[in-house]
């Protein structure tokens, strides 16, 4: 069960109708450019890019991407709009978005994370057991954080023998609890 690409901290931050594909970290240089955390499983996608939304505390202001650059493993990023240092320190902690739309479509059985989280997971039979708050990325598979439910937080890995189906539409997730999972004495 795959939930990438990697979309972390910004994930909950966007409008409904964006996704973050960065979040402003600092500024670079004396030009206006800024340096970017991607927010995306695949950075060079910022190559594509020809405009992004910025996006705090529920305002957006449209930027047109005008040069990238990667560093590390970061974006650097010019906008036409911003010029200088003090222009680009305004955009520091914000996000830069997508449109939905605009999302690459992911492989059968792929899902962002963003479109995980919040799905209320059932087991087997039907049962609520909770709803994903958040995903830990663990190296070998993402670990859905489940609370809310009859056991309390579950650490629920992401693995097709687990998850046996997701529905969008409806909001759920129904999964097949592996043994000694939860306690069957709750």
Not at 43 to 57: D, K, M
Not at 60 to 69: A, C, D
Request: aromatic residues 6%; proline residues 6%; negative net charge.
């Amino acid at each position: 069960m795959s939930s990438t690409p990697r979309q972390t901290r910004g994930r909950a931050n966007p409008p409904a109708d964006l996704a973050a594909v960065g979040e402003v970290l600092t500024t670079q240089g004396n030009k206006g450019e800024v340096k970017v955390r991607p927010l995306t499983g695949d950075p060079q996608r910022w190559s594509e890019l020809t405009r992004v939304f910025f996006c705090r505390a529920g305002a957006r202001e449209e930027l047109t991407v005008e040069q990238v650059r990667f560093f590390r493993q970061f974006v650097v990023v010019k906008f036409k709009e911003i010029n200088d240092m003090t222009q680009a320190e305004k955009l520091r902690g914000g996000f830069l978005c997508i449109p939905l739309a605009e999302r690459r479509p992911l492989p059968e059985g792929s899902y962002y994370l963003d479109q995980i989280l919040g799905l209320s997971v059932l087991d087997e039979t039907g049962a609520f057991l909770g709803k994903i708050e958040d995903i830990l990325a663990t190296g070998a598979n993402d670990v859905y954080v489940v609370r809310g439910g009859p056991h309390g937080e579950i650490l629920l890995p992401a693995l097709k023998s687990v998850v046996l189906a997701v529905d969008l539409p409806a909001g759920t997730m129904k999964v097949r609890l592996p043994a000694g999972l939860v306690d069957e004495d709750d």
